[in-house]
């Protein structure tokens, strides 16, 4: 499968989706003009990965700042992954942004993932 | 040119750092966003309340740029809205302004006031329940930055609707962010 590699800038996260290395990551600043066309290639890939994943998938996120456009896509991605096998979310945050961690808790609220929470 | 001094006087003492009128777009966010954040750096700012006005600023700005209304006066059109960012001892005040039609006033207003009627857990669920259910718009939200901005200030959002013309209101929203821990 192709590795999805999209470089951070300062209103978009940086991504990396490399099914043969096993890196999963979302991490940096989400806060694109345009959160649906920012995260279409991200769903897309996901979705061609389903049908032929990894046994175990460690996905990870690691978010600065996202905006609220971006955290509607952010359980968009969420959703995709929770019907793949074998799948867990990392999700840090910095040990002192209690927004973060509250945030990844109420995501893991809603989609039926096992969530692992990290600071960094 | 007295209105420079009048002007500068009065940023003073509303304790403003940063004032910004004009277009808005994803690109003065972006500018504004960084001109903001270099300003609460230097100040020392502690890293969650710094956080906390950035989310606020990035919700209100994105807020202007999507749903601002044009203004249409004869022959001139325009998008001019304006921006505003306070720091008192106590707390941050993120401010704007943007023109709205009249007809758009009944659903922002009952929306506003439904938020600020809800206490920290209401919101939250709101929040759930919005998130779960919303679909990106034509403009691109999701319906959720004035729960968030309530959120992250923990207060309520303050809103005048000041009128401009037969058609128009003025769109006054001011939204603090505490500087004190406030748990």
Known sequence: MEILNLEGTEDTPKIILDKKNGIFEISGRSLPEDSAEFYRP?????????????????????????????SKLILDVLSALEDIKGMKIHWYFHEDDEDMEEAGQEFSELVEIPFEFKTY | MKFIYDLHRTMMSQNLILVYQGDFTQETTKSILAMAERNI??????????????????????????????????????????????????RYTIMSGNP??????????????????????????????????????????????????????GGKLEFEFPEMSAEYCFFSLKVNVPREATE
């Open chain 2, 41 to 90: 750096d230097s100040s020392g700012e502690e890293s969650n309340i710094k956080r906390k006005v950035f989310n606020v600023m990035v919700e209100s700005l994105q807020n202007i740029v999507k749903h601002s209304d044009e203004l249409v006066d004869g022959q001139t059109r325009s998008h001019a809205a304006i921006f505003l960012i306070g720091r008192e001892a106590n």
């Open chain 1, 42 to 70: 991200v769903l897309e890939w996901i979705a061609k990965y389903g049908s032929e994943a990894n046994p175990s998938t460690d996905f990870v996120f690691k978010l600065e700042y996202f905006n609220t456009a971006s």
């Open chain 2, 100 to 153: 709205i039609r009249k007809v758009n006033i009944p659903k922002l207003k009952e929306s506003l006031e439904k938020i600020n009627a809800l206490d920290k857990e209401g919101l939250k669920e709101l929040y759930k329940e919005i998130i779960k259910n919303t679909t990106i718009s034509e403009k691109g939200g999701a319906g959720l930055g004035f729960v968030d901005m309530a959120r992250k200030s």
